[in-house]
């Protein structure tokens, strides 16, 4: 489990310094609203970490902060990058699943009722970035400007629910 739980350390590091990378793009290429989405994505996503590094140290166990691969820095159009994102939430998820059904095989149940705010969150993160795309293919090459501007009060109403 403390395996499995420090890999699950470095892959929400990684996720945190690959938003940050596609956060510095989007500013570089003038997008000032998608790039604050992105910068206060690696901001939850360190906090996602964070908890696991408590918790691991909480349990007795030795959270291992690890060194991270080094994320894309050129993204082809902002379609390609959120399509990179949901793609790069699924493979969290399915990371994540891995760990609960390893914590029913050890009858792990703390870890296992720990773990759900992780599921929660998941279904949560999958849903509000898919609604992105969702928005992209509606406003289309044209109305991005609008987009950018529209995209963090996204967020505000994905939060109030
Ligand atoms: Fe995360
Ligand atoms: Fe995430």
Redesign the pocket.
Known sequence: MEDLLNRQIEREGY?SILYLSMASWAENMGYAGIADWLYN?AE??KM?MLKIIKYVNERNGKAIIPSFDKPPAEFEDLKIMFDHVLEH?QY?TSSINEIVAETVKENDYATHNWLQWFVS??VE?ESSVQAIIDKLNLVGDHNLYMFDRDIMSMREEGEGE
């Open positions: 996720s994505q939850e996503e996602h939430e969290i969150e998941q993160e």
